[in-house]
């Protein structure tokens, strides 16, 4: 299973990219999926993470949403009042049910898009 970013790209600051993720596979039954940044030489981050069964959702920054669309099997990051720091390459993550996972760090996720770059 691969899972596919799509939506980044350059955009003024002040204005708003809307970032897609969508499973090239079968998906087995996930626990959360997420969003994380990461700059050159820095370590990733997370900005984002849905909880699938209950819908929780928690963030970094009020700038952002998550959301999922179960019929597509899209996870999507809208971002707005986009500032030049937020220049990242932004990842797509997914973690299988069990383990006791929190979802809150990098080592919790099982599957990892490859990246897609906004630029501010």
């Known amino acids: 299973v691969q899972l596919v970013e799509s939506g980044g790209g350059s955009v003024q600051s002040g204005g708003s990219l809307r970032l897609s993720c969508a499973p090239s596979?079968?998906?087995?039954?996930?626990?959360?999926m997420g969003w994380f940044r990461q700059a050159p030489g820095r370590e990733r981050e997370g900005v984002a993470r849905?909880?699938?069964?209950?819908g929780n959702k928690r963030y970094s920054d009020p700038r952002f949403t998550i959301s999922l669309d179960n019929a597509e099997h899209t996870l999507w990051l809208e971002m707005n009042n986009l500032r030049p720091d937020d220049t990242n390459i932004y990842y797509c993550?997914?973690?299988?049910?069990?383990?006791?996972?929190?979802?809150?760090?990098?080592?919790?996720?099982?599957?990892y898009g490859q990246g897609t770059q906004v630029t501010v």
């Open positions: 596979g079968n998906m087995p039954e996930m626990y959360c």
């Open positions: 993550a997914a973690a299988r049910k069990g383990g006791g996972r929190t979802c809150s760090d990098t080592d919790d996720y099982d599957f």
């Open positions: 849905l909880y699938i069964d209950t």
